[in-house]
């Protein structure tokens, strides 16, 4: 029996698609209608375009991500944590024939407010493709997951790529700077400064400093300012996880960066592809809704 789904990852600035038959990715296709980018589409509109061609009535499409929030298709409540991992397949939200949007998690305590979308599924996957009691997933907005086996227990949000492209292009450490290259020793030289001083603030001026008086070649900026943050990140969130494998899920750049940090700490990192993980749970979720 043939069995077909779309799964959608719908982010704040791009979408991308897989179609998927029998656990097998026919083909894969990508937009920058991100939720934030529709240009006056409506979601459904957008969604009828990006999967021309794959879908009839009975193909179900299920959708992750910022599709969920109060700027896309349908604001989808959040699931309080602690959550059973199969919880989050069963409240999925219906918002249009055979379309699903899948819940996103948050923490509500007194001490602790959090929430996350996308990456949930993510961690579907993971938990099955890698699994681990403590999960860390780089990008805008990196995540920092407690689980076990049945759980996610607790998250963290820390804002490390966001404050790096603010820091570039919207503040002092940026004006002026010629493009910028690639360089491991400028990372390097800024992750052992972040993970040995943590505590940013009295530091990100001397980013500047360090520029003017030429210690610092200026196309260098932006790898010393991304090890510093990593560092630093690391450096604090290590202190409150004190596990010691860990599975990254990201692009294997930016993981390789975040994998550099945390063996600096001395923490070892199995290593998966961001979109590996989101596939395989979705696959979770539509093979869980088939039986």
């Not at 990852?9 to 894969?28: F, H, I, K, P, Y």
């Given at each position: 029996?043939?069995?077909?789904?779309?799964?959608?990852?719908?982010?704040?600035?791009?979408?991308?698609?897989?179609?998927?038959?029998?656990?097998?990715?026919?083909?894969?296709r990508q937009s920058e209608a991100g939720v934030t980018r529709?240009?006056?589409k409506s979601p459904q509109a957008v969604l009828a375009d990006v999967t021309k061609g794959w879908r009839d009535s009975a193909t179900p499409v299920v959708m992750a991500g910022m599709a969920g929030s109060n700027l896309g298709w349908k604001n989808v409540p959040y699931l309080p944590l602690p959550a059973s991992l199969s919880t989050i397949g069963e409240q999925l939200t219906a918002v249009d024939d055979n379309v699903w949007i899948v819940p996103g998690l948050c923490v509500c305590r007194e001490d602790h407010h959090?929430?996350?979308?996308?990456e949930e599924t993510q961690l579907l996957g993971a938990q099955t493709l890698a699994p681990s009691s403590l999960y860390v997933m780089p990008g805008t907005h990196c995540k920092w997951v407690k689980a076990d086996e049945r759980h996610i227990q607790d998250f963290h949000t820390v804002m490390t790529g966001e404050l790096h492209h603010i820091l570039?292009?919207?503040?002092?450490?940026?004006?002026?700077l010629p493009e910028q290259q690639p360089s491991q020793n400028a990372f390097t030289a800024g992750l052992d400064r972040g993970i040995a001083s943590p505590a940013l603030l009295p530091q990100l001026f001397e980013i500047r400093a360090s520029r003017l008086l030429g210690a610092l070649p200026p196309e260098q900026v932006s790898e010393f300012l991304s090890g510093l943050l990593i560092g630093a990140e690391v450096?604090?969130?290590?202190?409150?996880?004190?596990?010691?494998?860990?599975?990254?899920?990201?692009?294997?750049?930016?993981?390789?960066?975040?994998?550099?940090?945390?063996?600096?700490?001395?923490r070892q990192a199995t290593m998966i592809s961001g979109d590996t993980a989101f596939q395989a749970g979705i696959r979770?979720?539509?093979n869980a809704m088939a039986n």
């Open positions: 029996m043939t069995f077909r789904y779309i799964a959608i990852d719908w982010g704040s600035t791009n979408l991308r698609a897989w179609l998927v038959e029998n656990d097998q990715c026919l083909e894969s529709l240009n006056g959090n929430v996350m979308r996308g570039l292009r919207h503040s002092l450490l940026g004006t002026g450096a604090t969130m290590s202190e409150r996880f004190s596990d010691r494998q860990i599975t990254l899920v990201a692009g294997e750049a930016l993981a390789n960066r975040y994998q550099q940090a945390l063996a600096a700490v001395g979770s979720i539509v």
